[in-house]
Nanobody, 120 residues
């Protein structure tokens, strides 16, 4: 069984920064992609950023230049550095990993989410 634990959310003023973490544990053989999504109140979940094991990244236009995704492969941990935060970044942020388990089965797991509130 694989679990994700997210941390780092909270309340921050506009223009501030937060760093989210997502630690994966369990029967993981390989993580191919780590991703961050977010869901604002009353809106659908949207992709924020992805990072593959080859180092390829994808960033949503709405956060480009402000958010940076990274990973520590040895720890199976993903990070999302969020700078210049805006009120419209307020959402629950979810981590997702895609890969392979130690039993050679496909792996796609979501974290429980961490809330980010940007407000003065």
């Amino acid at each position: 069984q694989v679990q994700l634990v997210e941390s780092g959310g909270g309340l921050v003023q506009p223009g501030g920064s937060l760093r989210l973490s997502c630690a994966a544990s369990g029967n993981i053989y390989r993580v191919d992609t780590m991703a961050w999504y977010r869901q604002a109140p009353g809106k659908e979940r949207e992709l924020v950023s992805t990072l593959t094991r080859f180092g390829n990244t994808n960033v949503a236009d709405s956060v480009k230049g402000r958010f940076t995704i990274s990973r520590d492969s040895a720890k199976n941990t993903a990070y999302l550095q969020m700078n210049s935060l805006k009120p419209e970044d307020t959402a629950v942020y979810y981590c997702k990993i895609v890969g392979l388990t130690t039993r050679s089965t496909g792996l796609e797991v979501w974290g429980p989410g961490t809330r980010v509130t940007v407000s003065s």
